[in-house]
């Protein structure tokens, strides 16, 4: 190899080299930047929307384009946004007599709109003023325009529509001018302002609108505002039109030409006490329980400005009076296993009639719990008010204000109306709020109290019915506390109440559906059911409604003394096995006359005798036993699916030395005939029966003790079957049979409570711990029943949770009643077995997500600058490889023609090429010597 040669060879693996490390250079760079590239595209976008967002103008107006500064046009009159346009009558309202839309009054736009479209003077806007609205003036200059020529009536609707709760208080601000009014006929018209409702009257019709009509102001801006106070029993919404002139080709007196121009609309919620206040010397005062005539207020004596009060609520609300009740804190001290004492009695609770202040909420006339300034352990209290009456046949509307802060707190605040008979509280609440907080709520017009409404109903045509209140601050008894430290701290404050007496059909629309913070209670006093009125049925023998009901020709047997039997039940399902021993069938206290058996004549006049409703006999299931054994009756059976809640209930009487029973019995798998009686054995061991004596029934105001089975399944669900009988010889009557229905109100030990303590006394609940505490993790249901193959956690140990202590079961015995000791209600909770499935497929695309996430946000913030690094080695390395090519090209060229040159000056023969053997010339030594110069051609 000569020395030439080995010099371009180490150029060309230079040039290699280079070639080879910037490719790798920019491939590294473009990698990099594409790991963040969706994410600084999306980035740039934000950016780019950003910054387009910041140059719209956006309405944050409560009524929308109530300045009439937003549309969608460029030219004007432009249509507004958030408006629509209506004319009242062809041909009285057409293009060609009217004009209308936004138009800008600034000099320079307003010179330039045509005749047609604009008056001699401008009207500027009506807050040009150096005043305090200067401010506002600032924001715009546009206004609505409306312009008649022909006599025409048109209007503007407001796409907005504004609403009030019950409690709630509103202004709304309209400014008008007009220009150039004329009539038609010579009669009072002009511009008008209607504020339209979504109320109904007792006779089911629409309330009118609120009419301010004939506005003629001749020039001059004037500010109409509108006080409007909802209807109290549904939430109000109103809509605003703006119009000029009124009629149609049919109705000519109002219509009329001109100009009229709206601005500056604003509508703001207020206080109670400001709208009291600005109501008290209003211009005009309308109500929904005037003429509806009278909602109309004529304007055409305009002044500098008009106040309207629009109140649509039917009555005028009393203060409701609550002092006088009793108030103490609650026992629910759990520290003394024996319960020898109560709760200490900590923080400051009752009603109060001078101004009280706690955490700045100022208040009086009031009942309050203040537990904010305790530290580590709360309080528990509860205040009853004293009874008031509901006079038969009456609707009642209370309210309240409430403010109430809860930390630490498992129950929070609790309201509720319960029936009062002969002075003492009886049954369970008939409406009520439960667990309530106020943290969330935020209202600046009345300090962040929320207002809660009931609405009672007494049906009965005869009698009055009692009521109370009860407010409670947490839980309210010892068996309901799992953790002392639970117990509230905080406050609760409950205030300005009032009442109203409504219609009845202001009852039935009173919205209880969509207002979470209201509800409809029914009282019934010493009756367990509502009156029902009788139908006017002159042919009907019995206006009796039961539970237990028959066929037609089963009712017609019944007359006649027959005891029918289950095969003509059509209110629910019943069997039951052939007994020699027994009699089984539906009874009438109306024919007891004619059966022969004198216990059970003796069983129905003793139910009969204690009727809580407005029945005149009783309808009830007879269980007939001569015989010292068992004999029952069956429901069919029922599936409790996976970790829901069934009740199974009925009524029972046994009568004299009668045993009667009430059992769940488990189905086992469905396709088999194997029973038994369910079996709770979690913790204890327990059987779902009770055997029901008379002494048990002797409580209950109509003989019949309620027996009541709550049921929670597992994860595996549960075939049971409601069966009751006797288990001796005697008689029974069963009632009100439910055969297992779903329910989610009895989700926990303390629902069940709740729904029950008004008539029960409860045992302390067993409680389960999970096995050794703890819940596992596994991939699959059948790994989680096997308990294998637990998931891992990163250094190899057993993934769980830290298992909560559950409460499984709890069961109740009737109060007042020493010599009862049936367990009438029980709860049974099965869902005790807890575990967590995660597939393991879930858990890896999860972390692979998160993991790309993650480092789409790191490349993004990190390597920006790659960005940039590799533009510019793209571009030299485009430019090196240009270079390189040209180079190469010219190089290759040069070097055959300087060969080709050498060879033939110093002796090569062409004719020789073939010849074998042939001759060829050497260079010179000094060739040997002298480098050829590629770079430089002439100087070889």
């Known amino acids: 190899m000569n020395k030439t040669e080995s010099k371009l060879n180490l150029k060309t693996l230079l040039t290699f080299l280079t070639v080879l490390m910037l490719t790798f250079v920019m491939v590294f760079a473009i990698a990099c930047n594409n790991n963040g590239g969706e994410s600084t595209s999306e980035s740039t976008s934000d950016s780019t929307s950003t910054s387009e967002s910041k140059e719209t103008k956006t309405d944050n107006q409560t009524l929308k384009n109530g300045d009439f500064e937003f549309s969608s046009s460029s030219s004007f009159p432009a249509t507004p946004s958030s408006w629509s346009y209506t004319t009242d009558g062809a041909p009285y309202a057409t293009a060609s007599t009217s004009s ?56 503007y609707t407001s796409s907005t529509s504004l609403k009030l709760s019950a409690g709630q208080y509103g202004k709304l601000s309209v400014w008008v001018r007009t220009d150039g009014i004329t009539t038609y006929l010579g009669a009072k018209a002009g511009a008008y302002i209607k504020v339209k409702n979504n109320v109904v009257s007792e006779d089911n019709a629409t309330y009118d609108p609120l009419m301010i009509e004939n506005i003629d102001t001749k020039g001059q801006w004037i500010n109409y505002v509108i006080y409007l106070e909802p209807n109290q029993t549904k939430a109000t919404t109103y809509t605003l039109v703006l119009g000029l002139g009124q009629g149609n080709k049919h109705n000519k007196e109002k219509l009329c030409n001109g100009f009229a121009y709206f601005d500056s609309i604003t509508f703001d919620y207020v206080s109670k006490e400001d709208y009291t206040t600005a109501t008290a010397t209003a211009t005009v005062t309308k109500s929904a329980t005037t003429a509806n005539e009278d909602f109309i207020v004529d304007a055409s004596a305009y002044t500098t400005k008009t106040t309207v009060n629009l109140s649509l609520a039917e009555g005028t609300s009393a203060s409701l009076d609550v002092s006088g009740g009793n108030g103490a804190f609650n026992n629910v001290n759990i520290n003394n296993p024996n319960g020898g004492y109560e709760i200490e009695a900590k923080g400051n609770a009752g009603y109060v009639t001078a101004d009280t202040t706690v955490d700045g909420n100022t208040f009086k006339n009031a009942i309050y719990m203040d537990f904010s300034s305790l530290k580590n352990i709360g309080s528990s209290y509860t205040y009853t008010t004293k009874t008031f009456t509901l006079p038969y046949e009456t ?32 049954g369970n609440p008939v409406a009520t709020f439960d667990n309530v907080s106020t943290e969330d709520y935020e209202n600046d017009k009345n300090g962040d109290f929320a207002r809660y409404t009931f609405y009672l109903a007494n049906n009965f045509p005869a009698d009055n019915m ?128 004619l059966y022969t058996n004198d216990n059970l004549k003796n069983a129905l006049a003793f139910v009969k005798g204690k009727i809580q409703n407005e029945n005149t006999d009783v309808q009830a299931l007879l269980v007939q036993n001569s015989a010292n054994e068992q004999v029952y009756v069956a429901a069919n059976s029922v599936t409790v699916s996976a970790k829901s809640t069934y009740v199974f209930s009925v009524k029972v009487y046994a009568h004299g030395d009668a045993k009667a029973f009430v059992n769940l019995v488990n189905m086992g798998d469905a396709s088999t005939s194997d029973k038994a009686v369910m079996s709770y054995n979690v913790k204890g061991d ?188 793209a571009i030299a390395l485009i430019g090196a490889l240009v270079a390189i090519i040209v180079r190469k090209s010219f190089s290759k060229k040069t070097s055959k023609k300087n060969k080709t040159k050498t060879y033939y000056h110093q002796g090569y023969n062409k004719n020789n090429r073939y010849s074998k053997g042939g001759d060829v010339a050497v260079p010179d030594a000094e060739d040997n010597e002298k480098e050829y110069d590629y770079d430089n051609p002439d100087n070889n």
């Not at 009506?126 to 715009?140: C, F, I, Q, S, V």
């Not at 048990?696 to 409601?722: H, M, W």
């Open 100 to 155: 209308r839309g936004m138009i800008d009054t600034a000099d320079e736009a307003y010179g330039k709109l045509s005749s047609n479209h604009k008056n001699t003077v401008n009207p500027k806007t009506p807050l040009t003023a150096d005043d305090e609205n200067t401010e506002a003036n600032e924001a715009g200059t546009k206004i609505l325009m409306l312009h008649s020529t022909e006599y025409t009536a048109h209007y």
């Open 395 to 426: 609707y009642r509307r209370i309210s309240f204000w409430a403010k109430i802060s809860a930390r630490n707190a498992d129950t929070k605040a609790t309201m509720s109306v319960y029936n009062v008979v002969n002075g003492e509280i009886t």
């Open 466 to 593: 009692e009521y109370a209140i009860k407010f409670s601050f947490g839980p309210t008894d010892r068996a309901s506390v799992t953790d002392i430290k639970t117990l509230p701290i905080g406050y609760a404050i409950f205030k300005d109440f009032e009442y109203e007496d409504i219609s009845e059909d202001n009852y039935s629309i009173a919205d209880t559906s969509t207002d979470t913070r209201a509800k409809k209670g029914t009282l019934t006093g010493k009756y367990n059911n509502d009156y029902v009125e009788d139908e006017d049925d002159e042919e009907s023998e019995s206006k009796d409604s039961y539970s237990i009901t028959v066929g037609t020709n089963a009712s017609l047997r019944m007359e006649q003394g027959e005891i029918v039997n289950l095969n003509d039940l059509t209110s629910v399902n019943l069997y039951t096995p052939d007994s020699t021993t027994a009699t089984v069938g539906v009874v009438n206290s109306k024919y007891a006359s």
């Open 686 to 873: 327990y059987k779902m029966e009770v055997e029901v004596s008379n002494v048990d029934c002797s409580t209950f105001l109509d003989g019949y003790a309620q027996v009541t089975f709550i049921v929670t399944a597992g994860k595996e669900p549960l075939n049971l079957r409601l069966e009751f009988g006797l288990n001796n010889a005697g008689v029974a009557l069963f009632d009100s049979i439910s055969a297992g229905t779903s329910s989610t109100s009895y989700s926990s030990v303390d629902s069940v409570k709740n729904a029950f303590e008004a008539d029960y006394n409860f045992t302390a609940p067993d409680k389960f711990t999970q096995k050794d505490g703890k819940i596992y993790y596994y991939e699959n249901e059948t790994d989680a029943k096997n308990d294998t193959n637990r998931l891992k956690d990163d250094d190899g140990n057993d993934r769980y949770d830290v298992a909560k202590e559950l409460e499984i079961t709890t069961f109740g015995t009737v109060k007042n009643n020493t010599s009862s000791t049936a367990k009438l209600v029980q709860y049974y909770n099965f869902d005790v077995i807890k575990y967590v499935i995660e597939p393991a497929e879930v858990v890896e695309e999860e972390e692979s997500t998160e993991s790309t996430s993650d480092e789409n946000v790191e490349t993004v913030d990190n390597y920006g600058w790659l960005q940039v690094t590799s533009i510019l080695i």
